[in-house]
């Protein structure tokens, strides 16, 4: 059970990075509906469907005649189904991918080419600093020379040593690409740190509190807290197609972290009937999370966007560890769940904090690229790439 469970998670998380990458890559570049925001959040939100189905109808399915054999098979039917939608993909992706536009690094990718520039300057100072400390050695030992080109041995292997020493590492190389992240990235992470934490594990210890401050049932308390879940599902595609239309990631992200305040004042300090709370927690989570995960394309070049989800994906799982620890832990001193809710409010003003901080950032042309509409972004390269999205979307159609 432990190495199945083992290997499902490395599959399921491995699924959650690709797809971002694999979406960001498709519909970033175009200004065309569907774009990157509304792509995001229908991805989204067909997880929360299979989260929904996962937890309501294999249940039932358990329960029925052939008990859990027949909801183990149900789950190797849906496996299947991903697996050939996956070989379909490939197809679609193998005769695309020629076609689609490279507008992406072009429009956004002015700040790492700087950094890239910045560090090619500093390993050409290094290189040039070993070479003349090489000279000065030379020059003070009086090294014999042999050979035309009047280098010897020594000097030779010295330097294929320093080559060596010098050549960096897989792993070095990518701690060195953390330093292209830019701070938006940065602050992006701690924003979906302090989210989640908070959402999933007050949605974790959710039965167990209404039922001790409200005298709720377990099935009356899981069915308030799927309002949270509910809302979430029907507004997450309306707010990516709000951000593609409109921008304002950074103040969506900002306001969503905002109505999660009052959410666990009203149930936390007031007491007053958790169905409120749920409701600004379900707007909260379609705010933020239609913000997010599109933003990470827009503040990194392409070929970042898989490392940064990945780590972002792998800080958040380790929250998502943390958290609930903290919260049982305080929960446990306090007899009571009111102090958690008190320690949720300062993770919310957390939030608060960094997406206000989101909003002051600009990029090298002096514009906060998050507060602008997907079309305004690439308005400078769609007249350019217009003939090849036709040519995709013709290549699309004889493929499906």
Same mark, same amino acid.
């Given at each position: 059970m432990l190495l199945g469970r083992f290997i499902f998670g490395i599959g399921s998380e491995t699924l959650?990075?690709?797809?971002?990458?694999?979406?960001?890559?498709w519909y970033s570049h175009s200004p065309r509906p569907p774009s990157l925001g509304l792509a995001c959040a229908f991805t989204l939100t067909l997880s929360r469907v299979g989260t929904l189905v996962a937890f309501d109808v294999l249940p039932i399915i358990g329960e029925g005649s052939n008990?859990?054999?027949?909801?183990?098979?149900?789950?190797?039917?849906?496996?299947?189904?991903?697996?050939?939608?996956?070989?379909?993909?490939?197809?679609?992706? #193998?005769?695309?991918?020629?076609?689609?536009?490279?507008?992406?690094?072009?429009?956004?990718?002015?700040?790492?080419?700087?950094?890239?520039?910045?560090?090619?300057?500093?390993?050409?100072?290094?290189?040039?600093?070993a070479k003349a400390k090489r000279d000065a050695e030379r020059a003070t030992n009086g090294h014999a020379r042999n050979g035309k080109d009047g280098t010897s041995d020594e000097d030779g292997s010295s330097t294929h040593r320093e080559m060596a020493m010098n050549s960096p590492s897989p792993l070095s190389e990518t701690?060195?690409?953390?330093?292209?992240?830019?701070?938006?990235?940065?602050?992006?992470?701690?924003?979906?740190?302090?989210?989640?934490?908070?959402?999933?594990?007050?949605?974790?210890?959710?039965?167990?509190?209404?039922?001790?401050?409200?005298?709720?049932?377990?099935?009356?308390?899981?069915?308030?807290?799927?309002?949270? #879940?509910?809302?979430?599902l029907v507004l997450t595609p309306v707010c990516g197609w709000?951000?593609?239309?409109?921008?304002?990631?950074?103040?969506?992200?900002?306001?969503?972290?905002?109505?999660?305040?009052?959410?666990?004042?009203?149930?936390?300090?007031?007491?007053?009937?958790?169905?409120?709370?749920?409701?600004?927690?379900?707007?909260?989570?379609?705010?933020?999370?239609?913000?997010?995960?599109?933003?990470?394309?827009l503040v990194l070049p392409e070929h970042l966007v898989n490392t940064a989800?990945?780590?972002?994906?792998?800080?958040?799982?380790?929250?998502?560890?943390v958290v609930p620890l903290i919260v049982g832990e305080i929960r446990e001193r306090s007899g009571s769940y009111r102090p958690s809710m008190q320690f949720y409010i300062v993770m919310d003003v957390g939030a608060i904090a960094m997406a206000w901080y989101?909003?002051?950032?600009?990029?090298?042309?002096?514009?906060?690229?998050l507060e602008l509409p997907t079309k305004q972004i690439f308005s400078s390269s769609t007249s350019e790439h217009d003939q090849d999205s036709s040519v995709v979307d013709d290549h699309s159609k004889i493929i499906l």
């Open positions: 959650s990075v690709v797809q971002l990458g694999i979406l960001s890559r008990g859990l054999r027949a909801a183990l098979w149900t789950v190797v039917f849906v496996c299947v189904g991903c697996y050939i939608a996956n070989i379909i993909f490939l197809r679609m992706d #193998t005769v695309i991918s020629p076609y689609l536009p490279a507008a992406f690094d072009e429009v956004n990718d002015r700040g790492a080419r700087q950094r890239q520039r910045q560090k090619d300057q500093r390993q050409a100072a290094t290189q040039a600093a701690f060195q690409s953390l330093r292209m992240f830019s701070s938006a990235f940065w602050l992006i992470v701690a924003i979906c740190i302090f989210h989640y934490s908070v959402v999933i594990s007050f949605s974790d210890f959710s039965a167990d509190f209404f039922h001790e401050q409200f005298g709720y049932s377990a099935e009356k308390a899981s069915r308030v807290q799927s309002v949270t #879940t509910i809302i979430g709000m951000a593609d239309e409109w921008g304002r990631r950074a103040s969506m992200m900002m306001f969503g972290s905002m109505l999660l305040v009052p959410a666990h004042l009203l149930v936390g300090i007031f007491s007053t009937p958790p169905l409120s709370s749920c409701i600004l927690q379900g707007l909260a989570s379609a705010l933020v999370c239609a913000a997010l995960w599109p933003s990470i394309p989800v990945g780590l972002m994906t792998a800080m958040q799982n380790c929250a998502l560890f989101l909003l002051q950032f600009s990029d090298s042309e002096g514009r906060n690229i």
